[in-house]
């Protein structure tokens, strides 16, 4: 471990079937005025809705509330979110839905007491907020991003065709708690709960594939990725087995809560890839970084060598003997796709939406980072996208 990082993690969680009964304690510390941020409506059929406004009303909290907040929340939404929170002088957000609700929440905390228009302040010039914040909670309902304990905010500017995540540096922004009942995601669509459980792989995949140092990092990442893909055989197979729905929740949000990024450059080239194939697509998340994700691992294999090796090894378990490096880590590659054709992700983009016309604006919407084991361009990047078509 040779980095040097500070580390804190300020969000307190609530995980199990009862920790809904945590809420009233935590409403007590914020403001009376709520806003109330969820979805299309998942959470009035399945009953939180109505669980949710009974404490809130118990808590004697005024409520106004924000429905509506699509997947892949757009800036128009969110300016909409923001004239709502100001009219109303909403001073503490609940957000109860996903990743695109708890995203969403966030956004509008650093953009309710701020003039200018958040796209170009937050997504554009990926400023931070030098305004006051509204604290965030949340109750999770759909498994996969990890929003729950951190601080990114992903919006999506269709008119710009570009999607653009903000990870804040001030852990003020993480929700303030957060509520994870897995019983929640038992009413989630199959291939939603699919979506989410490749981006929980993906999110441990894109800081493992860094760094060449030894680092505690990459053990602990290893245990959730044999975790995720043990719970994911059985949950694919019996959705509604509370224990492995209950591991996927936990994996998920130490996926990408910070910790398994400590001394890490961290690559993320996958997402980088899938936000612009989400800006041109619109497609559920996961499914766009699986669509993307073997042709560009397989592109930087060689780069990491012994780092994907390892892979195949110790989340795999295919043993070296009789291989060589290169050998053992394209069996590795070969080992997980065959496990993401298992659990039934959408291994290409047409199948999301997309088609060659698409190819520029593709590119134009990926932004490069440096931190994997190449920095591919712009041209590696049409070609990435072509294998993925
Ligand atoms: O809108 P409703 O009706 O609630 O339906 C949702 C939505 O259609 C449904 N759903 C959620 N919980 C449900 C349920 N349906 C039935 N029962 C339930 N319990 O599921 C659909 C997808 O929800 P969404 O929140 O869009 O999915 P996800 O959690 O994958 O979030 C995706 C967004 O998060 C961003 C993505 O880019 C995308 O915009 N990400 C955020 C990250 C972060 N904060 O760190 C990192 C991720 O890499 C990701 O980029
Ligand atoms: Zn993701």
């Known amino acids: 471990m040779l980095g040097n990082f500070e580390y804190c993690n300020p969000t307190k969680l609530y995980f199990g079937n009862d920790s809904l009964k945590y809420l ?28 949710v406004t009974a404490i809130l009303k118990e808590a004697g909290k005024n409520i106004t509330e924000v429905s509506g907040v699509m997947s892949n ?20 957000i609940l957000a109860v839905g996903g ?20 796209w170009e302040k937050y997504y554009i010039r990926f400023e931070e ?7 965030v909670g949340a109750i999770l309902t759909m498994v996969g991003t990890g929003s729950e304990m951190n601080a990114g905010a992903v919006i999506t500017n269709p008119e710009e065709k570009l999607k653009i995540g903000h990870v ?13 009942n897995p019983k929640y995601t ?42 995720v893909i043990h719970s994911s055989r059985i949950a ?28 890490k450059t961290t690559d993320w080239m996958v997402h980088m890839l899938g936000q612009s194939a989400g800006a041109c697509t619109n497609a559920a998340h996961g499914m766009t970084l699986a669509a993307v994700s073997l042709p560009y691992y397989r592109r930087i294999m060689n780069d990491g060598l012994p780092k994907f090796a390892r892979f195949a090894e110790n989340v795999w378990g295919i043993s070296p003997d009789e291989k060589t490096e290169k050998e053992l880590a394209e069996a590795g590659l070969r080992a997980m796709e065959n496990w993401m054709k298992e659990i039934g992700v959408v291994m290409n983009l047409t199948d999301l939406g997309a088609d060659e016309s698409m190819i520029p604006d593709l590119v134009n919407g990926t932004i490069i980072l440096d931190g994997g084991y190449r920095k591919i361009d712009k041209d590696e990047i049409a070609e990435i996208f072509r294998e993925s078509l």
């Open 186 to 227: 038992l009413t989630l669509p199959q291939y939603q709960m699919v979506s989410g459980i490749y981006d929980i792989f993906n999110h441990i995949c894109e800081q493992y594939f860094s760094g060449d140092d030894d680092n505690t990092s990459d053990y602990i990442s290893e245990g959730l990725m044999r975790s």
């Open 236 to 263: 694919v197979k019996d959705p509604q087995n509370y224990e492995a729905r209950s591991n996927l929740m936990w994996t998920a949000t130490w996926a990408l809560n910070t910790l398994i990024s400590r001394g």
């Open 24 to 51: 009233k304690g935590e409403l007590e510390k914020y403001g009376d005025n709520v806003l109330l941020v969820y979805g299309g409506g998942s959470i009035k059929k399945n009953g939180i809705y109505d669980d």
């Open 99 to 118: 990743g695109s609700v708890i995203d969403y929440s966030k956004a509008l905390s650093v953009s309710v007491n701020e003039p200018e228009d958040p």
């Open 73 to 92: 929340p757009t800036i128009q939404k969110l300016r909409e979110g923001v004239a709502i929170a100001r009219e109303n002088k909403s001073e503490f």
């Open 168 to 180: 804040f540096a001030d852990e003020k922004i993480m929700p303030r708690f957060s509520i994870l």
């Open 129 to 135: 907020p030098t305004c006051e914040t509204l604290p």
